[in-house]
Every structure is written in C-alpha cells, then in structure tokens.
C-alpha cells in the first residue's frame, strides 16, 4: 500500500512539472505600437495564435499613436522596444542621445495606405490631384513621406505636395474626412473599410504598389536594452516568423479570426474585408521574412532623402542601424 501511495504521488509531482508554462512563468514585457491596425497583421497573428507565449512571453502593447510618441516612449525606458517606421529609429541614431535603437526584425515590407476619392473616379492619374487638397498624415511620418513621394514621382505640382494637409491626429481623420473639406486623402485599415463601406470614400490606388519593397515598419530597441535582453528579442522575432510561416497556407477566413481579438469593433465581414485587400494588392504587404531587407531600407532612407527629413550624407550603413542575427535565426529554425 506504501509503494503503491508513492508511485502514485510521484506520478502527480511528474504531471506538474510537464505543465505548460503560466501566466506566472512569462516574462513581462512591454511594446509601444504606433497605431493599432490591421497593417500589422503577423503582429496579432503571433499573440492570437500563442507563438509569443510559447516564446515565454507577456507582452503589453502600448498603442502610441505617432512615431514621434514612440521615440518619446522608448527614449524615456517607458517601454522596452517598438514598432514605428525605420525612420523614428534613424532620427534617434542621427540624434544627440548617448543610447542608440538597433532594428532587429521586419514586418510590413511596404506601405499600407491606399489613395481615395471622395466621388468615384475614372481612368485615374496622379496629375488628377493637381490643385487640389489632399488629406495626408503627420510631417515626416512614413505615410506622409511615401505619399509624397509618390506624387513627386508622378509629376503633381510642387504646389500641390506643399499644400497636402498634415495636421489632422490619426484618431480624428475619419471624422475630419466626413466633414467634407478634402476631396483626395490616404487611408489606411479598418478605416479605410469602415468608410468605404458607408460610401464615404472610393479607393484609387496602392501607395505600396507604386514604391515597391520598402520596409516600412520594424521592430527596434536600444542598445543597452537589446545587449541585456537578447532573449526576449529573439523570442519576439521568433514569434513574428512563425506567424509570418503560418499565414504562407491559412485563410483568408483563419487569419481575419486571428486578428479580430484586437479589433474588437469590427465586425467579422470588415476584417476580412480588411485581410482580402492586403493579401490580394499587386505589392505584398506584410513581410513574408522578419529579416529586414537591405534594399527594402536603402529606398526607406531614400524616400527620407527625397521627402527633405534626411541629408544624403546623413543616410546609415545596413550594419550600423540592423542587427539581422535574431531574423536569421528565427528565419533557419521556422522557415
């Protein structure tokens, strides 16, 4: 009876030790996200799925609204890493501060936003915004400056590009657009979506599509922070790569229920809505790789250049704002 009492507690003590880990076990972590959108796709895909808790993961994600707030958030060690355009990272590395972000992962190779209409348009061309106003995002944001320069490399006026309205917040531009004052703007989902579906705006054409690879949104850390905590960032790319493999083969129906969690307002027919457009626009969205392409950065600081926020001889090497060894890694185990 003794033996037999004791087989059975060491067969419990076995059960409990090969328990998955608990929320007790993960280590805390926080991330600031510029916006909230379904442009960041892989990112929600890794949370819903449970890739960044098998990673020993709790990560909070703090929506900062703006890239210059993100900065401000890293700068300050309010968060531990980010996710913003390469140039908030390029800003601070060009800058005054003695701690300098390290880019260590991709997710969006290109950008989201798509040109609309007011009225419905036929035969589009980009000369056709020539005079008018135009609904942009914040100066030197990488919205703005792609949209920019798009319109540079289609020939609309300098005027025109001078004149496009840059001082709406993101959380008031849906509103501001219903208002009526603008009869071109950039939008990007669930809006976009949300107001096409109510008949407000007629999409025109894929900023993406026009500039092509071009990495557009990266997930940075400072120095000092990415030398003491090599794990979480390798485990955060991991988690990103393997959400990066899943969505090569689910649905367009699997990977809209992902992301719905943290769409909380939008119905199941909006979010797939929302995953159709990127999935089916002429130039691919999201990154299929968290390694950030040398290329896909050399026309990001291009666009910088040409957008006037950075001196050619301000432009950084790949090496000195990248550090590819976690992409690699996670890319050799994952894909």
Same mark, same amino acid.
């Given at each position: 009876m003794q033996y037999r009492l004791s087989a059975l507690l060491m067969a419990a003590a076995a059960t409990v030790f090969s328990l998955p880990a608990t929320?007790?076990?993960?280590?805390?972590?926080?991330?600031?996200?510029?916006?909230?959108?379904?442009?960041?796709?892989?990112?929600? @895909?890794?949370?819903?799925?449970?890739?960044?808790?098998?990673?020993?993961?709790? @990560?909070?994600?703090?929506?900062?609204?703006?890239?210059?707030?993100?900065?401000?958030?890293?700068?300050?060690?309010?968060?531990?890493?980010?996710l913003s355009g390469p140039e908030v990272a390029i800003y601070i590395r060009n800058g005054?501060?003695?701690?300098?972000?390290?880019?260590?992962?991709?997710?969006?190779?290109?950008?989201?936003?798509?040109?609309?209409?007011?009225?419905?348009?036929?035969?589009?061309d980009w000369t056709m915004l020539d005079g008018e106003k135009v609904l942009g995002w914040r100066p030197g944001s990488t919205p703005e400056l792609y949209l920019e320069y798009v319109m540079k490399q289609h020939g609309v006026s300098e005027e025109t590009v001078a004149g496009v309205t840059t001082n709406v917040g993101p959380a008031a531009r849906d509103g501001a657009w219903l208002s009526g004052q603008w009869p071109f703007g950039i939008f990007t989902e669930p809006s976009l979506s949300k107001l096409e579906a109510a008949g407000e705006l007629h999409v025109l054409a894929s900023i993406g599509a026009e500039v092509g690879r071009a990495d557009y949104t990266v997930f940075f850390a400072m120095e000092d922070w990415l030398a003491e905590n090599k794990d979480v960032a390798q485990g955060w790319t991991n988690a990103i790569s393997r959400a990066q493999a899943w969505m090569e083969t689910a649905s367009k129906e699997?990977?809209?229920?992902? @992301?719905?969690p943290f769409f909380p307002g939008l119905t199941a027919e909006n979010n797939l809505s929302v995953v159709s457009r990127f999935i089916d626009n002429a130039e691919p969205i999201w990154s299929k790789s968290s390694v950030v392409s040398p290329e896909g950065l050399a026309k990001a600081q291009e666009i910088m250049v040409v957008g006037g926020v950075l001196a050619e001889k301000d432009k950084l090497p790949y090496d000195t704002v990248v550090d590819a060894s976690f992409a690699d890694a996670a890319e050799a185990e994952f894909k």
């Open positions: 929320a007790q076990d993960l280590k805390p972590v926080k991330m600031a996200e510029v916006v909230r959108s379904q442009f960041y796709v892989p990112m929600y @895909v890794a949370l819903t799925n449970g890739y960044v808790e098998d990673e020993g993961l709790d @990560v909070e994600l703090v929506t900062a609204n703006g890239g210059d707030r993100v900065g401000a958030l890293l700068l300050s060690g309010q968060v531990d890493f980010a005054e501060s003695p701690d300098k972000p390290t880019i260590f992962s991709a997710l969006t190779a290109t950008d989201g936003f798509f040109l609309a209409s007011r009225e419905p348009v036929e035969d589009f699997e990977i809209a229920a992902a @992301v719905a």
